[in-house]
């Protein structure tokens, strides 16, 4: 047990430096995308010197495939929690697509690795969407179909096609972050303020309390009670900064 020790806080302190790594390479590919992010940046950042990046990571490339992995394996492990949470389908559902409009604002890098991987596509250039899907995109939407299923077999959700109850929650988050840049040219308003992000989140979970629910009386106190038990995030400076719809 004596010679076991060490080896467990050396383990520890390996996984300590690695995951730093990880976070600041998130950072700078969300800032700068795979061809701008320097890894002198990432290592100085990380608190670490080049040649240790390279102990852990092989090259940029490595690195920024891990820091993808790194950063949807975190929205992962939070959405399975939220689907395994002892409650009804339907305030599962809400508890996930407030979280992820939350998760939009508080954490805007994984939103823009996800925009950027998805011009990659787009332009033909080497991607890494392929890989996302069947890692984690594919296995987590089959998992909120089931959970829809398992809602709308219950009678607590409208018999509709669970897909377009996916849409209409989740979706709709991605909408409002995707044209908070056209929104703000169009009429004026910031929809990244504090105030419109408190104002939208509230609005969308009451809605869904009373679109996807056959008893509206029960969506509404599904909806009052997962607001009550989710406080909006507080911003940071780092967080807005990084938002890139004030990236002027």
């Given at each position: 047990m004596e010679t076991a020790s060490p080896v467990r806080t050396q383990t520890e302190r390996a996984d300590h430096t690695r995951a730093r790594i990880l976070d600041a390479a998130v950072q700078q590919f969300s800032a700068n995308g795979l061809a701008g992010a320097r890894?002198?940046?990432?290592?100085?950042?990380a608190g670490v010197n080049k040649a240790l990046l390279y102990y852990y990571f092989k090259s940029k490339e490595d690195l920024y495939a891990?820091?993808?992995?790194s950063a949807f394996e975190a929205v992962r492990v939070e959405s399975v929690a939220v689907m395994e949470m002892d409650a009804t389908a339907g305030e599962r559902l809400v508890q996930m697509t407030l979280?992820?409009?939350d998760r939009s604002y508080t954490n805007p890098a994984?939103?823009?690795l996800m925009q950027q991987e998805m011009v990659r596509l787009h332009q033909g250039e080497e991607n890494r969407m392929a890989q996302m899907a069947d890692n984690f995109f594919r296995p987590m939407w089959i998992k909120i179909h089931e959970l829809l299923e398992k809602g709308i077999a219950a009678g607590e959700l409208i018999a509709v096609d669970p897909q377009?109850?996916?849409y209409a929650s989740l979706g709709a988050n991605v909408f409002y972050f995707l044209t908070a840049p056209l929104t703000k040219l169009a009429f004026g308003i910031d929809p990244m303020e504090r105030s419109e992000l408190e104002h939208r989140r509230k609005a969308a979970v009451e809605y869904l309390g009373q679109a996807i629910f056959i008893d509206r009386e029960h969506g509404a106190r599904v909806a009052a009670r997962v607001l009550a038990a989710t406080p909006m995030p507080e911003i940071t400076a780092i967080e807005i900064g990084n938002n890139p719809s004030r990236n002027k």
């Open positions: 890894t002198e940046q990432i290592a100085e950042e891990a820091a993808l992995e979280n992820s409009f994984v939103r823009t377009q109850i996916r």
